[in-house]
């Protein structure tokens, strides 16, 4: 690989329309990152004024109408705009091609062409607060036949979701090219880094499994517009398909959040016990495991909508496999803590949250995926504490334990590092009060999805509420010190600053245009093998 100036890949090109036209993947990464987190701030003042109008039982703050038109947006920005882009979106397209040795990923204007996608996807989907009657209020999953009914703007909101299906599927189709052609050379795939391969499970995921949602959700654009009997009995529709469509799609997309989450989480442990990942193999083969499984176990999303005993059986059966591969990257992670000369930073404060929150959230979706339990349990707040445990608890921290990670190396910059200790311990204390409260409430028997309660459900609803604002604070006080790192001084960060073997703390931090100013080398005995390379 040739040499390049050092300069940084900031300093390149200036000007607005140097980064919304470039196609170097670290500044569309960053595209990326800056829109994801304003779309991030907007769902979470959604769901605060969701915590607010729950605060008592009654009408605090709005009407049934608008609190389920506010938990619908809420759902769909946390979702589509949020999760599911986030970590291969950002951190994907920035550290995909550093981390294999090569100089961008294969397509660059089809990357470009991806962010474009998602941002007018994201205003097709804000557009609804201000055309027709207000957003849809059918909850994210556009539930029929009352999506199909519904005078709110339904057809724009899935016509959103829609179009960022396309920047999804461009992203996956960009890496899985980019993991097979362009690796540097002596990168096999079994010296590859684990988030490389978290994100190649993720991306046949997102090749595979989104047209399914595109096709269901024109399905609803066609049954509004031209009356097309498909989902709504009252004209020879059958709803129960919808159902079947939606989660086929939507199972697989849990793992689209989270494979990617647990790649971070495998990049952050070793660098911060100083010492090889334990089961290298387990934990690459666990992640293609979990993608090729998680397509087999939609049905456990219907247990009481109506299928044979035999389907729900086999469903509940491959709920319980799919954990399996789960498990053996949380063993895996467990035993490469053990024993290990530990640096408690923030980016491990992050990664061990993650590990006891998804912990959490994976037991309690056991639960769900016992039938008898579940008959219980569904539709109630239990299954609102069970999806943000794994995908707040689990991704969203995933997220910014990255975002910690590898602030260094993307800016050059540092963050103070006791505010975000700090502003961890808020955020974890916070996060468990909003959403524990939640389990319980489920169990006591609280639906879900309604804006008022009985009384006997106060408390838990008042703590979570209080939650609420605590995880607000330890947010708000987290993006102000990730912000004020980079206003500051410029402190000197080096090359390496967490002391990582993985090849981006090979080049420079920033990196230059085309990545390295050095031909890279891989680590012997793998990406992890801190002893031979220390």
Sequence with gaps: MAATTELNFFQEKKGLFSWIFSVDHKRIALLYLYAILGFFLVGVTLGILMRLELLNPGKDLMEAKTYNQVFTMHGVIMIFLFIIPSIPAVFGNFFLPILLGTDDVSFPRLNLLSWWIYIIGALMALSTLLFGDGPADTGWTFYAPYSVRTGTNVTMSVLAAFVLGFSSILTGLNFIVTIHRLRTPGMTFFKMPLFAWALYATSWIQLLATPIIGITLMMIVAERVLGVGLFDPAIGGDPILYQHLFWIYSHPAVYIMALPAFGIISEILPTFTHRTIFGYKAIAFSSLAIAFVGYFVWGHHMFTAGMSGAARIVFSIMTFLVAIPTAIKVFNWVATLYKGSIDVQPPLLYA???????????????????????????????????????????????????????????????????????????????????????????????????????????????????????????????????????????????????????????????????????????????????????
């Excluded at 309690?364 to 039938?371: K, N, W």
């Excluded at 909003?434 to 999805?449: A, D, H, K, T, V």
């Excluded at 309604?450 to 604002?469: A, C, K, R, V």
């Design 352 to 534: 061990l949250g993650f590990i006891f929150q998804f912990m959490i959230g994976g037991l309690s979706g056991l639960v769900l995926g016992a039938l008898a339990t579940d008959v219980h349990l569904h539709d109630t707040y239990f299954v609102v504490g069970h999806f943000h445990y794994v995908m707040f608890g689990g991704t969203g921290f995933a997220f910014f334990g990255a975002l910690h990670y590898w602030y260094p190396k993307i800016w050059g910059r540092m963050y103070n590092k006791a505010v975000a200790n700090v502003a961890f311990v808020i955020f974890f204390i916070g996060f468990n009060m909003l959403y524990f409260p939640m389990l319980i409430s489920g169990l006591m028997g609280m639906p879900r999805r309604y804006y008022d309660y009985l009384p006997e459900f106060h408390l838990p609803n008042m703590i979570s509420t209080y939650g609420s604002w605590i995880l607000a604070t330890g947010l708000i006080l987290m993006l102000w010190n990730l912000i004020a790192g980079f206003f500051g001084p410029k402190p000197e960060t080096g090359r390496n600053y967490w002391g990582g073997i993985t090849l981006e703390w090979q080049t420079l931090s920033p990196p230059p245009l085309q990545n390295f100013d050095k031909m890279p080398e891989i680590p012997k005995g793998g990406p992890y093998d801190f002893e031979n390379n220390y």
